[in-house]
């Protein structure tokens, strides 16, 4: 089917209504992916608003590990992603065998896994946590806990400084929060003195310590729709300041570049695997479908409920 993105949607949504499908969208889409979404948001967001879909079909467009965080949840629902390969370097630092692995060479630990994670070791996991919650969720635990915290040691590193705890860190990393560059951000800077920097907690300690904001998608886009700031340089995947642009249409928002001196943003290409026709054909034919073994769908969903109940 060849047609425009205006045609594109008008089907799309023709095919959501007869479906009675709901699209969930990351913030890390691309803008139109966003705009037709039903429902938009981070990890923690759309994990809680996949717990309470009563629609027989979710499409999440996003990367795997949130198609899989969504069936955990609702078992009886079918969902669906937009393109299976759509899936995560931090997930995929940490293979499942390796982290049972490293789990059983620190017997007594409470493990806490990031929601960035396969459904296999989220099923080897105590509480799961999304950079929204780990804090939180992590403050709320005895101070002497024995805990083990995977796969993002930058987040870990992070909620260690700022809780005083001494976790132990699976060394994995996002390769999107990795490659941002300290010295353009702060060249950035120097052309916008007034400007804030915000950074998302995966990135590294010296990214962290130019922030003016430390925070998860949301909390970024939160602080920039309060802050009586004009401009703002964000250090998280580019498809953040679509919402920022739309919540903050008289604020500046300057992405913060990589490493890379051809590009200007920092973009997942997982993320961006994802596309309106995709997502088109993925209704259309109800596929593909993301599946889950039962015995570790059983597994996994303890930990994420117990997140969603010490998120609250």
């Given at each position: 089917?060849?047609?425009?993105?205006?045609?594109?949607?008008?089907?799309?949504?023709?095919?959501?209504?007869?479906k009675?499908?709901?699209?969930?969208?990351?913030?890390?889409?691309t803008?139109?992916?966003?705009?037709?979404?039903?429902y938009?948001?981070?990890?923690?967001?759309?994990?809680?608003?996949?717990?309470?879909?009563?629609?027989?079909?979710?499409?999440?467009?996003?990367?795997?590990?949130?198609?899989?965080?969504?069936?955990?949840?609702?078992?009886?629902?079918?969902?669906?992603?937009?393109?299976?390969?759509?899936?995560?370097?931090?997930a995929?630092s940490?293979?499942?065998?390796?982290?049972?692995?490293?789990?059983k060479?620190?017997?007594?630990?409470?493990?806490?896994?990031?929601?960035?994670?396969?459904?296999?070791?989220?099923?080897l996991?105590?509480?799961?946590?999304?950079?929204?919650?780990?804090?939180?969720?992590?403050?709320?635990?005895?101070?002497?806990?024995?805990?083990?915290?995977?796969?993002?040691?930058?987040?870990?590193?992070?909620?260690?400084?700022v809780?005083?705890?001494?976790?132990?860190?699976?060394?994995?990393?996002?390769?999107?929060?990795?490659?941002?560059?300290?010295?353009?951000?702060?060249?950035?800077?120097?052309?916008?003195?007034?400007?804030?920097?915000?950074?998302?907690?995966?990135c590294?300690?010296?990214?962290?310590?130019?922030?003016?904001?430390?925070?998860?998608t949301?909390?970024?886009?939160?602080?920039?729709?309060?802050s009586?700031?004009?401009?703002?340089?964000?250090?998280?995947?580019?498809?953040?300041?679509?919402?920022?642009?739309?919540?903050?249409?008289?604020?500046?928002?300057?992405?913060?570049?990589?490493?890379?001196?051809?590009?200007?943003?920092n973009?997942?290409?997982?993320?961006?695997?994802?596309?309106?026709?995709?997502?088109?054909?993925?209704?259309?034919?109800?596929?593909?479908?993301?599946?889950?073994?039962?015995?570790?769908?059983?597994?996994a969903?303890?930990?994420?409920?117990?997140?969603?109940?010490?998120?609250?």
């Open positions: 089917m060849t047609v425009d993105n205006s045609q594109l949607r008008d089907e799309i949504l023709r095919l959501k209504k007869e009675n499908a709901v699209i969930m969208a990351h913030y890390y889409q803008g139109d992916i966003q705009d037709i979404a039903d938009i948001g981070d990890s923690l967001a759309l994990a809680q608003i996949a717990a309470k879909i009563d629609a027989p079909i979710i499409v999440m467009c996003g990367v795997h590990f949130m198609g899989e965080t969504a069936k955990i949840l609702c078992p009886d629902k079918k969902v669906l992603v937009p393109d299976l390969n759509a899936g995560c370097s931090l995929d940490c293979p499942a065998s390796d982290f049972e692995t490293f789990v060479a620190h017997p007594g630990y409470t493990v806490i896994s990031y929601v960035n994670t396969s459904a296999a070791v989220k099923a996991t105590d509480i799961v946590v999304t950079s929204g919650n780990a804090r939180k969720i992590v403050e709320q635990l005895p101070k002497d806990e024995k805990i083990i915290f995977g796969p993002d040691q930058n987040l870990g590193n992070y909620i260690n400084s809780t005083g705890r001494n976790m132990i860190l699976w060394p994995g990393a996002c390769h999107v929060h990795e490659r941002f560059s300290l010295e353009k951000i702060l060249d950035i800077k120097n052309d916008h003195p007034e400007a804030q920097i915000l950074v998302h907690p995966e590294t300690k010296p990214l962290q310590m130019i922030a003016d904001k430390i925070g998860s949301a909390v970024l886009l939160k602080h920039a729709e309060e009586p700031c004009r401009e703002f340089i964000v250090a998280t995947e580019s498809g953040i300041l679509h919402e920022m642009r739309k919540k903050c249409p008289d604020k500046l928002f300057i992405p913060a570049p990589p490493n890379d001196s051809t590009c200007a943003c973009d997942c290409a997982y993320m961006k695997l994802n596309t309106m026709h995709k997502l088109y054909q993925c209704l259309k034919d109800e596929q593909p479908e993301v599946l889950v073994d039962e015995a570790i769908m059983e597994r969903r303890r930990p994420i409920e117990r997140m969603l109940e010490m998120s609250k």
